[in-house]
């Protein structure tokens, strides 16, 4: 884009390109005017006309300075812009030369690269290390880390180092796992030319120290502005803290927020999951109620009768493993569910262990009986679906209760 002015700033000449970036359709439009005349854009027009005070007032032409541009859909550009004094015969100024090239697309590019390039010089209090490699040479041309709570990656040397540390480093199946097993120069590129220009996964990881922590890796692309190659940036940022909080939020809503058993919902599923997945092993389900509990409400308070559910569930829960599913369905009454029974013999102990242990909780409750009512039905002598579980240890419980309370009955 050329233009020519005189010493009073109006145009004299201009090349095509330079009429369609004014947003003109011809010459005409131009001649005799100025910047501010021109241009919609008042604060550009002012900084061009500023350019030209200077230009004249210091004799000294403009070289190659970047400047935004207007093109004629309203949208900004940048220029590469430079003004020469032009002079006649006895070297007195008669006007502006200008020549403008149209730099917007490696401007951006640049401006897009330096800013992914921070992280090499300005990396992150939360991110534990940045990696700058090459596609087209596979190298890593950069690499920083840095220590967060005692941990950090492993320093490589070569990429090849770099994803055979992360597969080793990289727990369980995910979306990490893939990304590094298909690590290669012609993945990239495929990725790239799809149109992707980043990706993230979250996962865990162990670290430098031997610690397991949850990581975020974002894979950027960008194009080397200078050797035009295309390059990746891998960054890893510490979300340990932040999916420790989502576990545990996840992990209370399964709970009965009282008891901190499982709730009746994740009770229920999780019986479920365990008879479709372990079809073929023995299960007993024991359900357990309190006998005369609305008896703690009325005469202790309700208070009270919550601080015996509490003592309860861990009485209950003390009696069985970790793989058993216990929980909390509603008021005074217990599911379990014993998984993978070797013989009867332990299931009658259990019942009659719970019994005992419900006797002997000590809440000062001397104007009340307290003891416990359990019925007990058997996967798959019983049925095979929990609902036919729940419904035959339901009946059993009411044997239980009617045949004179403490007491557990099994289902029939």
Same mark, same amino acid.
């Given at each position: 884009?050329?233009?020519?002015?005189?010493?009073?700033?109006?145009?004299?000449?201009?090349?095509?390109? @330079?009429?369609?970036?004014?947003?003109?359709?011809?010459?005409?439009?131009?001649?005799?005017?100025?910047?501010?005349?021109?241009?919609? &854009?008042?604060?550009?027009?002012?900084? *061009?006309?500023?350019?030209?005070?200077?230009?004249?007032?210091?004799?000294?032409?403009?070289?190659?300075?970047?400047?935004?541009?207007?093109? @004629?859909?309203?949208?900004?550009?940048?220029?590469?812009?430079?003004?020469?004094?032009?002079?006649?015969?006895?070297?007195?100024?008669?006007?502006?030369?200008?020549?403008?090239?149209? =730099?917007?697309?490696?401007?951006?590019?640049?401006?897009? *690269?330096?800013?992914?390039?921070?992280?090499?010089?300005?990396?992150?209090?939360?991110? *534990?290390?940045?990696?700058?490699?090459?596609?087209?040479?596979?190298?890593?041309?950069?690499?920083?880390?840095?220590?967060?709570?005692?941990?950090?990656?492993?320093?490589?040397?070569?990429?090849?180092?770099?994803?055979?540390?992360?597969?080793?480093?990289?727990?369980?199946?995910?979306?990490?796992?893939?990304?590094?097993?298909? +690590?290669?120069?012609?993945?990239?590129?495929?990725?790239?030319?799809?149109?992707?220009?980043?990706?993230?996964?979250?996962?865990?990881?162990?670290?430098?120290?031997?610690?397991?922590?949850?990581?975020?890796?974002?894979?950027? +692309?960008?194009?080397?502005?200078?050797?035009?190659?295309?390059?990746?940036?891998?960054?890893?940022?510490? =979300?340990?803290?932040?999916?420790?909080?989502?576990?545990?939020?996840?992990?209370?809503?399964?709970?009965?927020?009282?008891t901190m058993l499982l709730n009746r919902e994740t009770t229920m599923d999780?019986?479920?999951?365990?008879?479709?997945?372990?079809?073929?092993?023995?299960?007993?389900?024991? $359900?357990?109620?309190?006998?005369? @509990?609305?008896? =703690?409400?009325?005469?202790?308070?309700?208070?009270?009768?919550?601080?015996?559910?509490?003592?309860?569930?861990?009485?209950?829960?003390?009696?069985?493993?970790?793989?058993?599913?216990?929980?909390?369905?509603?008021?005074?009454? @217990?599911?379990?569910? $014993?998984?993978?029974?070797?013989?009867?013999?332990?299931?009658?102990?259990?019942?009659?262990?719970?019994?005992?242990?419900?006797?002997?909780? &000590?809440?000062? +409750?001397?104007?009340?009986?307290?003891?416990?009512?359990?019925?007990?039905?058997? *996967?798959?002598?019983?049925?095979?679906?929990?609902?036919?579980?729940?419904?035959?240890?339901?009946?059993?419980?009411?044997?239980?209760?009617?045949?004179?309370?403490?007491?557990?009955v099994f289902a029939k």
């Amino acid at each position: 884009m050329v233009f020519v002015k005189n010493m009073e700033g109006r145009y004299v000449a201009a090349s095509v390109p @330079f009429i369609k970036m004014t947003g003109k359709e011809t010459l005409d439009d131009l001649i005799n005017k100025t910047d501010l005349e021109i241009f919609e &854009d008042k604060g550009l027009a002012k900084r *061009y006309t500023n350019d030209d005070k200077k230009l004249i007032s210091e004799g000294e032409n403009l070289i190659d300075y970047i400047e935004p541009i207007t093109d @004629f859909d309203g949208r900004a550009r940048y220029g590469s812009t430079s003004k020469y004094i032009l002079r006649d015969k006895d070297n007195k100024p008669i006007g502006i030369l200008g020549v403008t090239r149209d =730099i917007t697309r490696d401007y951006i590019a640049r401006q897009h *690269y330096q800013h992914e390039l921070k992280y090499l010089f300005e990396l992150p209090k939360d991110t *534990y290390a940045v990696s700058y490699i090459d596609v087209d040479s596979w190298r890593i041309i950069s690499q920083r880390r840095q220590n967060i709570n005692s941990a950090t990656y492993q320093e490589c040397q070569t990429v090849d180092e770099l994803c055979e540390a992360a597969l080793i480093s990289i727990l369980g199946k995910c979306k990490a796992a893939d990304f590094y097993s298909n +690590f290669t120069p012609e993945y990239l590129q495929n990725l790239y030319d799809s149109g992707r220009n980043m990706l993230s996964f979250k996962y865990q990881r162990v670290m430098s120290d031997g610690s397991e922590r949850w990581v975020h890796n974002e894979a950027r +692309f960008l194009v080397d502005v200078d050797s035009g190659h295309l390059c990746v940036m891998l960054s890893a940022k510490d =979300i340990d803290a932040e999916q420790q909080e989502v576990k545990q939020l996840e992990v209370a809503a399964k709970m009965d927020k009282m008891t901190m058993l499982l709730n009746r919902e994740t009770t229920m599923d999780s019986i479920k999951d365990i008879l479709k997945n372990e079809p073929k092993s023995k299960h007993v389900l024991y $359900m357990i109620d309190v006998d005369n @509990f609305k008896n =703690i409400n009325d005469t202790y308070g309700h208070q009270s009768g919550d601080e015996y559910l509490i003592e309860l569930a861990k009485e209950i829960k003390s009696h069985f493993r970790d793989q058993d599913v216990v929980g909390r369905i509603g008021g005074d009454e @217990f599911f379990v569910l $014993m998984r993978n029974i070797p013989d009867m013999d332990i299931v009658l102990k259990k019942a009659q262990d719970i019994l005992d242990g419900i006797m002997n909780i &000590d809440m000062g +409750f001397g104007d009340v009986v307290i003891s416990g009512s359990i019925g007990v039905s058997v *996967y798959p002598d019983q049925g095979r679906t929990l609902d036919i579980l729940y419904a035959k240890a339901d009946g059993a419980l009411y044997e239980a209760k009617h045949a004179g309370k403490n007491q557990f009955v099994f289902a029939k």
